[in-house]
Every structure is written in structure tokens, then in C-alpha cells.
């Protein structure tokens, strides 16, 4: 199994390769630990493939965030691959906003190439409107039902759909009129959540006897799980209705698909352009985990963690269960057995902000040294990068103000958010965090990279924060509205 190769600059032993990172940027869920897990898989495959040096997800409701994951890339050439299903609102507005792209609207098919802060950062089309997805659609059909005829099969490919930008829904068309073209099935149907044609009036429009479903949506996440099956009545994978009779077969979204893999190596190599060699390895990300290895080589408490040196390995381990005996914790061996044991709470609630105080217990890690980095950077993503920056006075914090201002389409709202609003969401949220908040003026002049285990800087508001604060100025904060996720 491959590991991110984060580690290679920082340990000082890596000169080969190409130095080519690749950023996989998802939408993640505050409500929803599900939402990410096809990221996950998706850069777990492609580090295992060893086409880049290294492989980074990035989260608009997780961590690390938007605003944060470039900070964590370890070479000076990386390519962004939004992982959507189309192109629309996120994809053309907040991933290039939250970027620092300097570029809004639809994005050419060559995709959009800048330089920002000595990086070459490369951004393009999401995977979904990449022409192989029809066939990626097909494969999920022929997961539910090997023996879908052209004689009494429909198929339906389901779609989001939005008012918000037209763009959305024209990839679901397309894929469904190359399935159409192919006479595989009796019918093919394009049908949505949110516009007409409404999936939750397939009755109406398909008439075959039997009937599969693909969801064409990037996650099996809220919809897919709840919002379809629900207003489709759908029961499982296998649904019989009668009056008329027809057997409904309900597939899993296209995005969890193994062949997607695919499609992302062949949009990475075509935003390649000129720039066969790759870039550099970035000197600030180099010189954080230097420093971050040199501490934890002397034994090192980080937030609720601690990190005790062992040989040529290390022990990771709640800083709570310090002194336990190891026979009574979980030991595990792979930064990834880390990630799916830490991921929720000892509650069972999902942890989209790792530096929350509530970091289940009961586990030791015992890694190499390349793999303690990548754990560390599962466990508290970006924190290494920004308290070294921040103990190097160079971490540039941004103002509730400013922050408030970038915000647009429902959270725009945010604008209107008073100083006592902000303030008062801000203790109940931010009081649950490790970290000190220098966006809103506090001062942290050392940080656990000095020996201060708990100091640990943010130096923007979160998107767990800027969501409270929406619901705080439209009233309903405590109503957790899925739907808004």
C-alpha cells in the first residue's frame, strides 16, 4: 500500500522522481463522515499506483481545508482535480475563489494554469464530465443487474440538478444520450432532484418492466443514501412495485467507481502542459517538517496527542492514555488503520474539524518514520505547516471581515453577521477547538513546535464557523439542516 510521499522531503532522503503533486478536492460534509470516503479511496489508489510524488485530499466542510491544502503540498507543481461530478457552482465559483485562482466561470477544457506563492498550479474540468464516465455508468448497471436488455430495461441516470448554474445538469444529459445511441436499453431517462424532470416522477415517464437507477452523483453520501431512496421509495437494491408492475435495480454513484482512478490520471496528464520535469520541492514545506522531525525525535506532545520515540519507529497515542499499559490499547500499524479509528468521536460523532477536543481514545500507532508524517497529517491536517510558520512569524491571518466578504451563494448571509453574533457562535465552536484563533486578533507567540503542547494557531475562520454563523443570522442555529450541508 503506498503512503503519501510528504515524508520524502522531510526526511531528506528522496532526489529522484518528477516532484509532481496532485490535489484531489472534494466537498466533504460537517454532518456526514461518508461524504469524503471516496476521496479517500481515490488518493489511497493513486499513491498506491506511485504516478506522483505524492497525493493530497483537500475539503470545502473538511480538512485540510480550501484555504489550507496548498499549504500542505511538498513540490512546487501541483495540479487540482476538482472530484465533481459536473461542472456548476462549486467547481467554477468556490474552488477557484477559496484557491486564490483569480478566476471564475466555466473552465476551458486545457483547464487553468497560475502561479501563486512560487507554486504552478494547475486546475481543471472535474472528473465527471470526462468522456469515459458513460462507461463508468454502465458499469454500475451492470452491478445491479448483469442482464439488462435493450427489450425491457430502462435505464435512469439520476442527477443533482440546481438553479444556480445552468452547466450542472448538461453532463447527465450528455452521458445519457451516448448510452442512447447505443441501443442498450428499451429506454434511457436524465431525471433529477432538484429540476424537471423529477426523479420522484419516474412512474410517469418510464414505462419497462424493469428499471436501474444510477445515481450520478460523487459520493455515497446524504442523497444517495436518504434523499433518492426516499422519494424514489426505493427499499434497498432490489425494489418491486405494482400497478403497474416494475422491479427497480438501485446501483451505487458512479464517483465511488474504481475506474475513476482512471479518469483522474488522464485529466492530470493532459493539465501537465509544458511542464514535463514537474517543480521543486518547496522549501517552507521542507523546513516545517524538518523542524517538526527534529521534536518528535526528542518526544513531543501535539494537541491531544503524544509522540514518543522508540528506535527507528515511533509511538503515537492519546496524550490521555499516557502511562496506559499498550496491551490494553488498539495498536495499529498504517496511517490509514489511524484515520478510519480517529475519524468519529468516542461518541460516534464525525470529526470534520480534527483539531476539535474530542480525539477518541483507546488506540496507540507504532510507524516509521515516513509514515508517522502522514499520520500526523491525517490526524491534524495543516498544523504542522502553520505553526511553523507561525513560530517563524510569517503565518498571514485573515479577519472575520475579510473572510465574511469572500463568502457567496447562501452563505453570503454571513455579511450581515454582527461582531456579538460572530463572537457568540465563536465561543461555542471555536471554545471546543485546540486552537487559538489569531484571525480574530488573539496572540499566540509559540506553538507546540516550540514545546507549548496546546498552541496551535488558526489563522482563519473555519467552514464549521462561517455555517454556525449562517444559521446563527437566519435564526435556526441548532437546527441541523442536512439539506445545506
Not at 485540510?64 to 476538482?82: E, F, H, M
Not at 516545517?288 to 519507529?313: C, N
Not at 486552537?435 to 496546546?454: E, S, Y
Amino acid at each position: 500500500m503506498g503512503h503519501l510521499p510528504t515524508a520524502r522531503p522531510a526526511s531528506g532522503d528522496y532526489d529522484g522522481g518528477t516532484m509532481r503533486s496532485l490535489v484531489l478536492i472534494g466537498h466533504g460534509s460537517h454532518l456526514n463522515p461518508e461524504s469524503a470516503a471516496a476521496v479517500y479511496r481515490y488518493a489511497e489508489l493513486l499513491r498506491s499506483r506511485h504516478l506522483f510524488d505524492e497525493v493530497v485530499e483537500g475539503y470545502w466542510k473538511e480538512e485540510p481545508s480550501l484555504r489550507q491544502v496548498l499549504r500542505t503540498c511538498a513540490y512546487t507543481d501541483v495540479t487540482v482535480i476538482p472530484m465533481f461530478i459536473s461542472e456548476g457552482y462549486f467547481t467554477e465559483t468556490v474552488i477557484p475563489r477559496e484557491l486564490g485562482l483569480g478566476h471564475q466561470g466555466p473552465v476551458p477544457r486545457e483547464g487553468v494554469a497560475r502561479t501563486i506563492g512560487g507554486r504552478t498550479l494547475r486546475y481543471t474540468l472535474p472528473y465527471g464530465v470526462h468522456p469515459r464516465m458513460s462507461e463508468v455508468i454502465l458499469e454500475r448497471a451492470r452491478e445491479v443487474l448483469p442482464d439488462a436488455s435493450g427489450e425491457d430495461t430502462a435505464l435512469v441516470v439520476i442527477g443533482h440538478g440546481t438553479t444556480r448554474n445552468e452547466n450542472s445538469n448538461k453532463v447527465v444529459y450528455q452521458n445519457a444520450e451516448l448510452i442512447r445511441q447505443q441501443g442498450l436499453f428499451a429506454e434511457v431517462h436524465a431525471l433529477f432532484l432538484d429540476e424537471e424532470p423529477k426523479a420522484a416522477d419516474w412512474r410517469e415517464r418510464v414505462q419497462a418492466r424493469r428499471v436501474v437507477m444510477v445515481p450520478f452523483f460523487a459520493s455515497e453520501g446524504w442523497h444517495t443514501l436518504e434523499t433518492i431512496p426516499e422519494d424514489l421509495e426505493l427499499r434497498g437494491e432490489v425494489t418491486h412495485f405494482s400497478d403497474p408492475a416494475q422491479t427497480v435495480y438501485y446501483a451505487r454513484p458512479v464517483g465511488t467507481h474504481p475506474a475513476v482512478a482512471d479518469v483522474i490520471v488522464q485529466l492530470a496528464e493532459e493539465a501537465r502542459g509544458a511542464s514535463e520535469r514537474g517543480g521543486d520541492r518547496d522549501p517552507e514545506h521542507r523546513a516545517a517538517w524538518e523542524a517538526f522531525l527534529r521534536r518528535a525525535d526528542l518526544g513531543l506532545r501535539m494537541g491531544e496527542i503524544l509522540i514518543a520515540p522508540h528506535g527507528s519507529l515511533f509511538e503515537v497515542r492519546h496524550a490521555l492514555d499516557e502511562g496506559r499499559a499498550s496491551e490494553t490499547l488498539t495498536t495499529l500499524v498504517t496511517p490509514e488503520g489511524l484515520r478510519e479509528h480517529t475519524r468519529l468521536s468516542e461518541t460516534g460523532e464525525h470529526r470534520p474539524v480534527h483539531t476539535l477536543r474530542n480525539l477518541r481514545r483507546g488506540w496507540r500507532a507504532v510507524l516509521n518514520r515516513t509514515d508517522l508524517i502522514r499520520a500526523v497529517h491525517i490526524l491534524y491536517p495543516a498544523v504542522v505547516e502553520e505553526s511553523h510558520a507561525c513560530s517563524g512569524h510569517t503565518l498571514r491571518s485573515t479577519p472575520w471581515a475579510t473572510t465574511a466578504r469572500r463568502q457567496t451563494g447562501i452563505y453570503a448571509k454571513v455579511q450581515r453577521a454582527t461582531p456579538a453574533q460572530v463572537e457568540t457562535v465563536a465561543r461555542d465552536v471555536c471554545g471546543a477547538c485546540l486552537k487559538t484563533r489569531v484571525w480574530a486578533g488573539h496572540r499566540l507567540n509559540q506553538t507546540f513546535m516550540d514545546g507549548v503542547p496546546g498552541a496551535i494557531p488558526c489563522a482563519e475562520a473555519c467552514t464549521f464557523l462561517i455555517a454556525e454563523v449562517r444559521e446563527e443570522v437566519s435564526g435556526k442555529r441548532g437546527q441541523k439542516a442536512a439539506a445545506h450541508d
